[in-house]
Every structure is written in structure tokens, then in C-alpha cells.
């Protein structure tokens, strides 16, 4: 498939990467992404079903800021549940990770639904910062994303690992894209609905349902890069109408499906993750 105009002025704009080998460590992906430095970086925080975890390294400061005025400056993680926010700054580079919400907790060390757009170097101190030093020195992508994978592959075990249950139930709302009944989910790993309720909400950071919305809101992002009618869209992501659709994307994003199909940095986002965003979906 060509690329869209968005796509091809996203290029100009930016140097994306992605690594030529898969990660040792499942439910990880990589991407890296370097500002060509023509002018102020003012991109949206697309949502996703995956915890985010940037790790900048460029020379000027990389901040993302929320619509009640709240700022993060510097490398963060954000979790499934932070809001609609964007991303400001000039000269910006960083590794982005995505990580799969069964695997957060053990790579990370914190349970998921502590986790909202927190400091990195809250969470591991002087590590963090080592990192993004080693990330300046190293001369290519290839080298940063070997760098960062090693250092997320000793991570390993920080924390403990979800349950079996709590795995097969994030699978298959990921499967059936945000289309499977909790109910179904319950009956499919032998629990009770009200078990699955606490054990998926401690363990991904979001209830099951909420966790089907964002993973249905996801397909619904990507469709409406590749352009087409919103009213189709709607349906083919299963809602009900193409003023739910629209709601959604408001509540997620803050923008208008029109808007955010648009926007720059959902084009930057489709290039770097499409076919490759394994975070998601192990």
C-alpha cells in the first residue's frame, strides 16, 4: 500500500526506526523516533493498549502535558488509563517501549494501575538516568534498541507475573478487538465474573469492560489513519453508531474522529507500530 500524504509528510518530519530482530523478552516492542528539527514538536499521546514507557535522550526536553494543565517533563511511563494529553518539545529524541499489560508489572516492578505517567526516574532511580546516557553515546538505532532490550530483559522478575487467567481473558479481548461480553471472558477461564472483575483490574490496571473499550477505540485509531468513511469505520469496530464513535474518540482523545485522523501524529504512530506492536498483543 502507498503511503498517505500524512504519512509522507510524518517522514519528513521524522526519523522513525524499529528494530530488524525481535526482542528477548515477549509482550515488549521497540520503536525509535528523532525530531529533524524543523520547528516545535506538538504531537497527541495516541492511547493504546499497551503501557508506554519513553526514554528520551535528545537535546532538548521532551514534556507531555494533560488537559487540566498537569506536566511531565522528561522520560515517563504512561498507563491505560492516563488521559488525553500531548507531547511538546524541540530537538526530540527517545526510544518509545511498549509493553503488553500482562508483562508490566514483572518488568516494570510496580502493578499497572500505579502506573500514570510516572517518572522514570521514580521507578528506578540512578538506572534511568545511566540509560539515557548510554542511549546519547551509542552512534545507531540498532545499538539503542539492543541497549534498551538488555536492559528491559534483566528487569525481568522485578515484580510478579499475571495469573493464567488474567492472560487468556487480555488475549481475547484482544483477539475479538474489544468485541467479547465479560461475561463470555468469565465463563471461558472459570471464574466468576465479580473474580475477574478484581483479579484483571489489579493485575492490567483497567476492568475487563474498560479494557475492551480501549482496545476497540485502537482498531478504531488505526482505521481512520487509513482514511475512509467514519460512518463505516463505526461499524466495522463495533459501535453503535457513528455518534458513539465520535463520543469515544472525544473521551480518548479530546479530538474529533475527523481531527484525529488529520493529525500528524497518528500518521508518526501507523508507521512506527503497524504489524509490529507485539506489546499488545501477548
Known sequence: ??????????????????PPWRGRTGGISLAGFRDRGTGPVDLPVIPRPAFTLIVEFGEGPLIVGDAVGRQQRGSL????????????????ACVEVHLSPVVTHTVLGVGPAELD?????????RSAARLREQLNEVPSWEGRFA???AFLARRRGAGPPADPEVVRAWNRIVASRGQVRVEDLAAEVGWSRRRLWSRFRSQIGLPPKRAGTLVRFHHAARHLTAGGSVARIATECGYADQSHLHREVMAFT????????????????HIAWTGHDTGETR
Open 77 to 92: 511511563v504512561s498507563g491505560l488509563a492516563s488521559g488525553p494529553a500531548r507531547m511538546r518539545g524541540e530537538n526530540v
Open 254 to 269: 479530546a479530538m474529533t474522529p475527523g481531527t484525529l485522523a488529520g493529525d500528524a501524529g497518528l500518521a508518526v504512530d
Open 117 to 125: 505517567r510516572v517518572p522514570l526516574d521514580d521507578l528506578w532511580g
Open 1 to 18: 500500500m502507498r503511503p498517505s500524504v500524512r504519512e509522507r509528510e510524518a517522514v519528513t518530519r521524522w526519523e522513525v526506526a524499529r
Open 147 to 149: 541497549l534498551t532490550d
